[in-house]
């Protein structure tokens, strides 16, 4: 079965610092990963996806993640966090076509000026 | 504008009178699905549409229901509410251009709190 954890379920940065969220996955075939964000509110925006090619995807709002299977992990990471980046962050796997789609708890990012 | 909307944005109800919350998309997405937000849980999938007519179970289906019979709408159906169902309640949904979730990108409505007394 599908399965997802996010290990950080808080994560205090300082602006300007660099933020690895990270994401690890259960899943028996090659899976679609995602990362949303969601801000204080609001629904969930997707930051970034991958379905297969180059491990490292990038996405929105300068973030990028890095599929690693032999760690079934697929951390999301940003160079310069800024305080706009403060909201909670979700990894998602999906089973192909299946329509199945998994969520992990989520990370709450909080950011120190 | 590309847009999900879920009716009503907040409800509170008594225990067991039945609600229905309402879920429409303008992009003529194939695939749409209601999830629930509860803290530490994370999003918890409930139900979920591949096309008109077509409905599957997702990990916590137990007390909803839902139908679609015509491809923008998607409503959530909860018979008789109980406050273990108060949460709050996403619809999404997503084209199939590519696979399974199509550009890969859900797009989410704004939510709907629900509150059972």
């Known amino acids: 079965a599908q399965s997802v954890t996010q290990p950080d379920i808080h994560i205090t940065v300082s602006e300007g610092a660099s933020l690895e969220l990270r994401c690890n996955y259960s899943y028996g075939a090659t899976p679609y990963l995602f990362w949303y964000v969601q801000s204080p509110g609001q629904g969930l925006q997707l930051l970034l996806k991958?379905?297969?090619?180059?491990?490292l995807v990038q996405g929105i709002k300068g973030f990028e993640a890095e599929f690693k299977r032999s760690q079934s992990s697929f951390n999301l990471r940003k160079p310069s966090v800024h305080w706009s980046d403060a909201a909670e962050y979700f990894c998602a796997v999906g089973a192909g076509n299946t329509g199945k789609l998994i969520f992990g708890q989520g990370t709450t990012l909080q950011v120190k000026p | 504008e590309a847009q999900v909307t879920q009716n009503p944005r907040y409800l509170i109800t008594v225990t067991g009178k039945k609600l229905t919350v309402t879920c429409s998309q303008n992009?003529?997405?194939?695939?749409m699905s209601w999830y629930r937000q509860d803290p530490g849980l994370g999003l918890r999938q409930i139900y979920y549409s591949m096309n008109v007519e077509v409905t599957d179970k997702g990990d916590v289906p137990e007390g909803y229901k839902v139908s679609r019979k015509e491809k923008r709408n998607f409503p959530l159906i909860l018979e008789s509410p109980s406050p273990n169902q108060t949460s709050l309640y996403f619809c999404a949904s997503s084209s199939f251009e590519r696979g399974a979730f199509g550009s890969g990108e859900l797009f989410f409505g704004e939510g709907s709190r629900l509150t059972v007394l």
């Open positions: 992009m003529n997405h194939e695939y």
């Open positions: 991958y379905f297969s090619g180059d491990t």
